[in-house]
């Protein structure tokens, strides 16, 4: 398989996790906020703007990344987001916050324990790098357009 | 020249797969499992077994539950190389209602071997719901009658639903809203009522089911 | 870089329009109202305060809120009506379970809206271990 094919299929996979985890938190933003609360980081008002805004962020990102023109925004807000989470979820983790991460929607109650977030931030790291990866080589494609 | 995918993808490729259970030993046939129940059942449980496919006997050092709801047992510690075994998990149903995630966390004796999470996913349906539960009359306010709606779940028809207060100053009437599914009971104090309060015993008769009792709660300042 | 801001910018813009549509339009959309109370906000609510604790019995027979009534799920047919027999329209309820991380008073909060129509209830933040951290720091 080609370097080229490689990265292609890494795109995909990743566009189909910030859309399928996108519809998913969008279906149910009441319980996405309560998810938010769990960390603890921000006033309930906020909990309420991210829990409506973010799936929709998540979805248009994952839509992006399918597109050329649009991918390499994309990327750079998946970068950021999925930093972001992480921090979060390491900030949650530090505190001894015992939640589930919300990533893919919830509602269901908490049955969150440290081996679970360890799967999330293990997760959360491993789509950092490839999404890294993917920036950096979006870059030199662009580099070679503009020279030619 | 066609180049094979370099390693690094690989490794991602791998990392983005769901997790397996991380006992380098115990070998677990499940790691989640639902349980149906009503509220007002006893309560259920659920097996987790499991084998010693390693080496060397693995002791099982604790099992701590997410949640005072689910207790969890073994018969013994210690599993010798090969041995079956199970972890049974005991949910309490009390009167909850809904969907719940509670879980046990499996921890041995083996050096660096992540602790297994065993998950119970109990869905506490009542087969048939009543809302509110609770109707209030504030001091002054008229006596008119309040509906307390009662709603049969999927799978099931009612065939007759009985309401009786324990209080004579309040009285009930069963309003078929749509025949078998839905009800509405009508509550009314006595005009004269005051301070008064009741407890009205709803029976519904269900097929297949049988019969089932529901209470709701009446107070008139 | 200039290109990708102008897209990353663009792509935030376009996810506010079904954002501020879920707002409005969403039948699941979260309340603007927390309902979560500070132990210092549910002291000043003095009398009107009908405290309820979530937790398992055994751990309220051991110690709880002064005039605090127990409710959990696990007996709540049985343990509702003397809540009801207190509860008025002027009163606030407030429910707490062990500490920041349990979510029982969540369920039971819940299922008082819900279920019985209560209203105002709110969760104590923080729980019985801030209600504890509270009364240590008066001493």
Redesign the interface.
Known sequence: ???K??AFI?LM?IAAVFIAAGVMK??????F??DIR?Y?LV???A??VL???LP??E???GG?LLWR??R??????ALGMLLGFLLAILSAWWR?????CGCFGSG??????S??L??DV??DV??L??VAWLLFREAKIEKRICEN | MCQHAPMWFRCVALLLLPPVPAFADLAWQRTSAFIYAEPGDPSQSVQFPFKNTGNHPVTIKSLKSSCGCTAAGLEKKTYQPGERGEVTARFVVGDRKGTYLTSITVTTDEAGVQPVVLQLQPVILPLADLKPTFVFWRAGESHAAKRITLEVADGQKATEINAVADNPAVKTRVVPLMAGREYAIEVTPDPSAQNTKATVQITANLTPAGSRQYKAYVKVK | MKGWLKQAALLMVLAMLPALLGAWLHPRRPSWQSDEITVTGAQALGAKAIWVDARPSAEFEKAHVPGAISLNEDAWSELLPPLLDVWSPEKTVVVYCSSLSCHTSREVANRLKDEAGLSPVFVLQGGWEAWKQVQKGDK
């Open positions: 398989m080609t370097r094919a490689s890494l996979v969008a279906w149910n933003p009441s319980a906020a309560e769990n603890r006033p309930w008002s909990n309420v829990a409506l805004y929709w962020l979805m248009a990102v992006a023109k649009t390499g925004g994309g990327l750079l807000l001894g916050l015992n939640i589930s269901a109650g908490s049955a969150g324990t081996s679970g360890l799967w293990g997760r491993v789509l790098l490839s």
